[in-house]
């Protein structure tokens, strides 16, 4: 089992800047590749950025990259999100989530934090 809690969400103008954490516990977290996906109202939730267990590798959805960039420490058992430039449509609930696969397939995560909510206004 793993347990996932994400923090640092908040309410900001456009073009600011947020860093969401994402703290892990449970049994071998550091095995697991994870991701961070939103969910705005109305919706469907839809990936945002995922990194390999080892940081081997990133890989984001086309409306962040260039923006946002994805890192975990597992000597601490956390995972970042740094999101510069926000606009008004990175409006959401953020959660971070984990799984043995790396993947953009909500489907393949098997844990989830109950979300974060970040607020960008025009």
């Known amino acids: 089992q793993v347990q996932l809690v994400e923090s640092g969400g908040g309410l900001l103008q456009a073009g600011g800047s947020l860093r969401l954490s994402c703290a892990a516990s449970?049994?071998?977290?550091?095995?697991?590749?994870m991701g961070w996906f939103r969910q705005a109202p109305g919706r469907q939730r839809e990936f945002v950025a995922a990194?390999?267990?080892?940081?081997?590798?990133?890989y984001y959805s086309d409306s962040v990259k260039g923006r946002f960039t994805v890192s975990r420490d597992n000597a601490k058992n956390m995972m970042y999100l740094q999101m510069n430039s926000l606009r008004p449509e990175d409006t959401a609930i953020y959660y971070c989530?984990?799984?043995?696969?790396?993947?953009?397939?909500?489907?393949?995560?098997?844990?989830w934090g109950q979300g974060t909510q970040v607020t960008v206004s025009s």
């Open positions: 989530a984990a799984g043995r696969r790396l993947t953009k397939d909500a489907g393949d995560y098997v844990y």
């Open positions: 449970g049994s071998t977290t550091s095995a697991y590749h």
């Open positions: 990194i390999h267990w080892a940081s081997i590798s990133t």
